[in-house]
């Protein structure tokens, strides 16, 4: 995700840690297999907001950028 390295991630409504926490080959945010929701959020953008299905043993990397949130 092209994110500031301090936006907050949360999974399924919970605060999970900040974008920098997750962000390299060593760093990655282990879920349980199933159905998740993954919400990063950023003062001054817009949230991203996407349901995803983790497979036990699988990375799925995400790739988006963050909009600037326009009142």
Avoid: N
């Amino acid at each position: 995700v092209d994110a500031p390295r301090s936006a907050e991630v949360y999974v399924d409504g919970y605060y999970a840690g900040i974008v920098d926490d997750f962000d390299g080959a060593l760093q990655h945010l282990e879920l349980h297999p199933g159905a998740h929701q993954i919400e990063i959020r950023a003062p001054g953008f817009a949230p991203i907001v996407f349901d995803m299905q983790a497979i036990d043993g699988r990375t799925i990397t995400y790739r988006a950028q963050m909009v600037p949130y326009r009142p």
